[in-house]
T-cell receptor
């Protein structure tokens, strides 16, 4: 049981490049989330999903897209990276919406130059 | 978006001391969670409180949810270096929207 895994762990992009962050969970959780964490800002919700094939916007969705084609995977895409998207990205999953998000991934550190 | 304020922002203490960190909001939450995050890792859930006035204990950690469900505290007794980390509180809005996180309290416990 690996819990929540994220790939890659680190990435450096140039402004304007695109990339996809992959999150996978093996706990059969319905709900999955993408957060970003910045110094002095805490964790902010980007997008979330309440089940396979569904997605919804969070607090800071601009510049990001997501897809949940399979229940166990939640992808976060950056179509045209900007320096403001330099951050640590965390994926999380839970049994219920909001409630207690019991499982976070280890994070992806992204730098956009 | 509800604002969850955590205090203090930083705390440096010696092993064996007691401490309390606070999480306050002007809004009511249906539940509140506490997490601990170590450098380079994701947050780890410590506890969920759901009832006003509820007190939960986890070894040397005591969590309390305010009677009005707007605030919470975390008390650590006889802190140890292994308690070092970033402590985050997060609240669930009544509407069921995803969690809102505070900015955290960074705790350093030195031997």
């Amino acid at each position: 049981n690996a819990g929540v895994t994220q790939t890659p762990k680190f990435r450096v992009l140039k402004t304007g490049q695109s990339m996809t962050l992959l999150c996978a969970q093996d706990m059969n959780h319905e709900y999955m989330y993408w957060y970003r964490q910045d110094p002095g800002m805490g964790l902010r919700l980007i997008h979330y999903s309440v089940g396979e094939g569904t997605t919804a916007k969070g607090e800071v969705p601009d510049g990001y897209n997501v897809s949940r084609l399979k229940k166990q995977n939640f992808l976060l895409g950056l179509e045209s990276a900007a320096p403001s998207q330099t951050s640590v990205y965390f994926c999380a999953s839970s049994l219920g919406l909001a409630g207690a998000i019991g499982y976070f991934g280890p994070g992806t550190r992204l730098t956009v130059t | 978006t509800q604002l969850l304020e955590q205090s203090p922002q930083f705390l440096s203490i010696q092993e064996g001391e007691n401490l309390t960190v606070y999480c306050n909001s002007s809004s009511v939450f249906s539940s509140l969670q506490w997490y601990r995050q170590e450098p380079g890792e994701g947050p780890v859930l410590l506890v969920t409180v759901v009832t006003g006035g509820e007190v939960k204990k986890l070894k040397r950690l005591t969590f309390q949810f305010g009677d009005a469900r707007k605030d919470s505290s975390l008390h650590i007794t006889a802190a140890q270096p292994g308690d070092t980390g970033l402590y985050l509180c997060a609240g669930e809005e009544n509407s069921g929207y995803a969690l809102n996180f505070g900015k955290g309290t960074s705790l350093l416990v030195t031997p």
